[in-house]
């Protein structure tokens, strides 16, 4: 993707958790989200998606590097013990 001088990209963080969506983050307020889960689809799901209806948490990159930071350690701390 090429940038123009003074643009820069919308990072955008999705928490999954246990096959569930969580929680959505973006270091911006312009953004919008729509989930569409496959499984609940073939599972029978009955309620029609509604498009960019995801709630979404504005935060700032710190914030989100801090998400990703943590889930690294216990990427790391996973990795260990595996090795034991």
Not at 31 to 50: F, K, L, N, S
Request: net charge negative; charged share 30%.
């Amino acid at each position: 993707m090429l940038l123009l001088k003074g643009e820069r990209m919308t990072n955008i963080l999705i928490h999954v958790e246990g096959g569930m969506v969580q929680g959505v983050f973006s270091d911006t307020g312009d953004v919008a989200v729509t989930i569409i889960d496959y499984d609940d689809i073939e599972r029978g799901q009955e309620d029609p998606i509604e498009f960019d209806n995801y709630p979404v948490t504005f935060t700032n990159i710190d914030k989100l590097q801090k998400i990703v930071d943590n889930a690294n350690k216990e990427i790391e701390a996973n990795d260990e013990l595996a090795e034991e």
